[in-house]
């Protein structure tokens, strides 16, 4: 079967070329047109396989005779035959005694056998509720589910049940362009969100080939983002300045259609080549207002006049966001690089703290599920600079509303303000359901 062919050479490239799983459908099936009506078959069943790809290498330990490509194809097999079942078993047996020898085929019977059960296909001796079993039904390394305990057993486990589901796409309407209610009427598939602006994406079809999204009229952006941005909202003479270090450019998007050219507005990337999206944007809507460039930390004063009476923060982060929406995405992550990333983080933290207007609002915002990352980060700066007094902070889940995983925290910035007696524990300790209090230690700007 040609499909299978294709899913082995999908998964060899993910597993043994450290290549994403998006990137290796499209060097098959983007070089081949003849290719392509396959592809919808090929990327469900690596895409199965990559959901349950701990539990494959679990299950093939033991399977010591086995060549690391033997042990693809028994993967591959049993995905289809555990969770995908899009390719009959007679055809899964047929695939297997081909491409398996007689011994390694009987080797693997008692793994095939257990097609006909229910899952999650997980040895009876180890004991539910047990990392060792989370981590086995819900694809997550026990590492990663360390970090999540931080938020208690039960905000563990919502997690990653609805990391395991099906992923909601959201889109920001350029309402400057067109009102949401006109692509909804045009385009059914889309629906209202609880953010004005942020439509929710039902359709099958891949959102890339909407019209609307070919030319920038919606882009994608999780409602968190939106909100964020609204509830910190600045007018004219105030100057906003964005530092983003994230792949993804929703953020700077989100400013510039907001404000518009009411403002001024400063946008600093690492890496101007990466953000081509932005610049068209920038073009498209003719904007002058917008100093948009590309700078190290340690030199944003060369692009940058003034202090800012809105200073947003969204450094690259372990972006446990993304788990729910690239199966591999937590193959390939580099653990350790971690402490690197921290030192990142509290590095941009610290540089573009240093714009912050007297009197102005500083906002921190990550992508991720990690206190170390998020809370421990404004924590260890609230203690080294006390001209900075904490408004609220605030860590969203993927089970919420929002279906994001996402940290931030505002500070204002007076220098006038005594250092507080409070502990800083009790200021920023107030934990509930991983949301955190807001104090009344300045008005949101």
């Given at each position: 079967m040609q499909e299978f062919d294709l899913a082995e050479k999908v998964l060899e490239d993910v597993v043994e070329n450290d290549t994403y799983f998006?990137?290796?459908?499209?060097?098959?099936?983007?070089a081949n047109v003849n290719l392509r009506p396959m592809r919808g078959m090929v990327a469900g069943i690596v895409g199965c396989e990559l959901r349950h790809h701990i539990l494959f290498e679990y299950l093939l330990q033991d399977l010591t005779d086995y060549t690391p490509a033997e042990k693809r194809t028994l993967s591959l097999a049993l995905a289809n035959l555990y969770f995908y079942k899009h390719i009959k078993k007679e055809d899964i047996i047929a695939i297997l005694q081909e491409k398996l020898s007689e011994e390694k085929f009987n080797a693997a019977s008692e793994l095939i056998a257990k097609a006909d059960q229910e899952g999650p296909f997980i040895p009876?001796?180890?004991?539910?509720?047990?990392?060792k079993y989370l981590s086995l039904r819900f694809n997550t390394p026990e590492w990663v589910l360390k970090i999540f305990e931080h938020y208690g057993y039960g905000s563990t486990y919502k997690i990653l049940k609805k990391n395991n589901r099906p992923f909601s796409s959201t889109v920001r309407v350029r309402t400057s362009a067109i009102p949401a209610e006109e692509v909804i009427a045009k385009f059914p598939d889309f629906k209202e969100s609880h953010v004005e602006g942020i439509l929710t994406y039902a359709g099958k079809e891949s959102l890339r080939k909407n019209p609307l999204m070919k030319d920038g009229t919606l882009f994608k952006e999780k409602p968190v983002t939106k909100e964020i941005v609204d509830k910190y909202h600045i007018e004219e003479p105030n100057e906003i300045f964005v530092w983003n270090g994230n792949a993804?450019?929703?953020l700077l998007k989100e400013v510039i259609e907001n404000y518009g050219a009411s403002i001024g507005i400063n946008l600093g990337v690492p890496n101007l080549d990466q953000y081509a999206d932005v610049s068209r944007l920038i073009k498209q809507k003719q904007l002058k207002n917008v100093n948009f460039f590309g700078s190290s930390l340690d030199s944003l004063l060369v692009s940058i006049s003034r202090p800012q009476d809105l200073v947003i923060c969204a450094p690259a982060s372990s972006n446990f966001d993304l788990i729910r929406e690239q199966p591999d995405y937590?193959?390939?992550?580099?653990?350790?690089g971690m402490d690197e990333l921290f030192a990142q983080e509290k590095e941009a933290l610290l540089e573009t703290s240093k714009f912050?207007?007297?009197?102005?609002?500083f906002i921190y915002m990550i992508y991720t599920i990690s206190k170390k990352e998020g809370h421990q980060t404004i924590f260890d700066f609230?203690?080294?600079?006390p001209e900075f007094q904490f408004v609220e902070e605030r860590q969203y889940f993927p089970y919420e509303e929002g279906e994001t995983a996402l940290y931030y925290a505002v500070l204002h910035k007076d220098s006038n303000v005594a250092k507080t007696s409070a502990p800083?524990?009790?200021?920023?300790?107030n934990e509930?359901?991983?949301?955190?209090?807001?104090?009344?230690?300045a008005p949101a700007k």
């Open positions: 998006n990137e290796a459908l499209r060097k098959i099936f983007q009876e001796s180890i004991a539910k509720h047990s990392n993804d450019s929703s937590l193959l390939h992550f580099n653990k350790g912050v207007a007297e009197g102005g609002t609230m203690a080294n600079h800083l524990s009790e200021i920023l300790g509930q359901q991983g949301v955190y209090a807001q104090t009344s230690a």
